[in-house]
């Protein structure tokens, strides 16, 4: 399957292309610099320079699923919050109905469902996932939204919780375990159309996505 990762350079997306070459599909990389490349290309993907902002068609175009990883994080400003993570993601979801790329896989956020019940700090970035999120679900794509709890950087254990609706738990989830989640959903239909949360657990990831 040719994929194309977009937000490829962020720390969940690094993890993700490594995981997805390990399985044997081809990797798309849509950085925004040049200097980006060579750690991205060292792992065996196609590094393609595209700008959430400007024109992303050439990215988009004979793909055959796209996963959004990018994100401004919950700590940056509104304005670049808005670009990035609404309508970034928006323009992707565009581009995919446009160009006939049936497959897509969100990154979102736990409480992106309901942003007045996260914290005020986070607020905005809340809302412009979940704006993205509703676009996503009201498309005609194969689409997954996957909405991770707190992220860590720790060694990840390859063992999850995922529902459709869970309660926030302030325990991290490691960035490996959510990109490991990511790639995995990627091939299995019985996640098309479909949104879960996902926290540390004790069940295999495989395992929990098959029970989904």
Do not use: W
């Amino acid at each position: 399957m040719q994929i194309l990762v977009v937000g490829a350079n962020g720390q969940v997306g690094k993890q993700l292309v490594s995981l997805l070459m390990q399985q044997q599909h081809q990797v798309r990389a849509m950085i925004r610099d040049h200097s980006q490349a060579p750690l991205l290309e060292g792992l065996g993907a196609k590094a393609v320079l595209a700008d959430l902002e400007g024109d992303i068609a050439h990215a988009v175009k004979g793909a055959d699923a796209i996963i959004f990883t990018a994100g401004s994080g919950g700590h940056t400003g509104p304005d670049k919050t808005e670009l990035v993570d609404h309508l970034g993601a928006i323009k992707t979801i565009g581009e995919a109905e446009r160009l006939g790329v049936n497959r897509y896989v969100m990154l979102s956020a736990l409480r992106a469902k309901d942003p007045d019940n996260g914290p005020e700090t986070m607020h905005h970035y809340l809302v412009a996932k979940k704006k993205a999120d509703n676009r996503l679900q009201n498309s005609s794509l194969n689409y997954t939204i996957v909405r991770p709890g707190r992220l860590s950087n720790e060694e990840g254990s390859g063992r999850v919780e995922i529902a459709e609706n869970l309660p926030f738990r302030p325990e991290p989830i490691s960035r490996v375990d959510v990109a490991y989640v990511l790639a995995s959903t990627v091939d299995l239909t019985n996640t098309y159309r479909r949104c879960f949360d996902l926290l540390a657990g004790e069940t295999p990831v495989m395992d929990a996505l098959r029970e989904l």
